[in-house]
């Protein structure tokens, strides 16, 4: 089996733990392996050894991994980076899914390019002026216009806590995300079902608070260099 394999087994085996824990079903969280300064080869690597999900942070390291790659059928790439005006042209064509949906022109941006894809609405609950993502009323805002979109489906929330060495630092903001979600869910009458939150410092206590998509780069890949 190969390190990758190896680091996959024991992250799958910590996250079914946390499953455990909050008596959840494992087949709720789905693992997107984040593969920013990870190399094509090892990306292969990573879709034999059975993941099927991954995430990317920037558009033009993306753009090669998923050429490199190679048109593996179900695999899924997931943009979970800040993504700025002039590369929104980018995103459609190379990911499935957008979890970094923080501001109403990129919703536009996106939607105008008439192609189906998943969106997260990115939701800042550190109050801190440095990190991306919305507050709760942008957050409101972008749902007000969700009703007209055709091509985009809006399936949940995504959350970037600061870094903390103690993950129970961060409990109250993924219980917090959870908690908005249904709130919102219940205002506009939606049914967003996904969170995602949780990386490799702090996924199990994402999972005890409702995680359905771990984004885990560390753990299975290493060290970034
Ligand atoms: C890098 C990154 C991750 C993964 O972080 P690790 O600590 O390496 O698991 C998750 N989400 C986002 C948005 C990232 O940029």
Same mark, same amino acid.
């Not at 009703?147 to 399936?155: D, E, F, H, I, M």
């Not at 967003?192 to 949780?198: D, I, R, T, V, Y």
């Given at each position: 089996?190969?390190?990758? !394999?190896?680091? $996959?087994? #024991? *992250?799958?085996?910590?996250?079914?733990?946390?499953?455990? =824990?909050?008596?959840? +079903?494992? %087949? !709720?969280?789905? $693992?997107? #392996? *984040?593969?920013?300064?990870?190399?094509?080869?090892?990306? =292969?690597?990573?879709? +034999?050894? %059975?993941?099927?999900?991954?995430?990317?942070?920037?558009?033009?390291?993306?753009?090669?991994?998923?050429?490199?790659?190679?048109?593996? %059928?179900?695999?899924?790439?997931?943009?979970?980076?800040?993504?700025?005006?002039?590369?929104?042209?980018?995103?459609?064509?190379?990911?499935?899914?957008?979890?970094?949906?923080?501001?109403?022109?990129?919703?536009?941006?996106?939607?105008?390019?008439?192609?189906?894809?998943?969106?997260?609405?990115?939701?800042?609950?550190?109050?801190?002026?440095?990190?991306?993502?919305?507050?709760?009323?942008?957050?409101?805002?972008?749902?007000?216009?969700?009703?007209?979109?055709?091509?985009?489906?809006?399936?949940?929330?995504?959350?970037?806590?600061?870094?903390?060495?103690?993950?129970?630092?961060?409990?109250?903001?993924?219980?917090?995300?959870?908690?908005?979600?249904?709130?919102?869910?219940?205002?506009?009458?939606?049914?967003?079902?996904?969170?995602?939150?949780?990386?490799?410092?702090?996924?199990?206590?994402?999972?005890?608070?409702?995680?359905?998509?771990?984004?885990?780069?560390?753990?299975?890949?290493?060290?970034?260099?």
């Amino acid at each position: 089996m190969s390190d990758i !394999g190896r680091a $996959l087994e #024991a *992250v799958r085996g910590r996250m079914e733990k946390a499953c455990a =824990r909050a008596g959840r +079903d494992p %087949g !709720g969280v789905r $693992l997107v #392996a *984040v593969t920013k300064t990870v190399d094509a080869g090892r990306v =292969r690597e990573a879709i +034999d050894a %059975g993941v099927r999900d991954f995430g990317e942070n920037y558009v033009q390291e993306a753009r090669v991994k998923i050429d490199a790659a190679g048109a593996a %059928g179900d695999v899924r790439w997931h943009m979970i980076g800040h993504i700025q005006s002039n590369k929104i042209k980018y995103i459609p064509g190379l990911f499935d899914c957008v979890h970094t949906v923080d501001r109403t022109s990129l919703l536009d941006g996106l939607e105008r390019h008439g192609k189906p894809m998943d969106i997260l609405f990115e939701v800042n609950l550190s109050a801190e002026e440095t990190k991306s993502g919305t507050d709760l009323d942008g957050l409101k805002k972008m749902l007000e216009r969700v009703s007209g979109l055709k091509y985009l489906r809006p399936v949940g929330l995504m959350t970037m806590p600061p870094y903390t060495a103690n993950p129970e630092d961060v409990r109250g903001i993924f219980r917090q995300l959870r908690e908005v979600r249904d709130g919102v869910n219940a205002q506009f009458g939606l049914a967003m079902k996904e969170l995602s939150m949780g990386m490799s410092s702090d996924f199990e206590v994402a999972i005890e608070e409702g995680a359905t998509m771990v984004r885990i780069g560390t753990a299975l890949f290493g060290e970034r260099i």
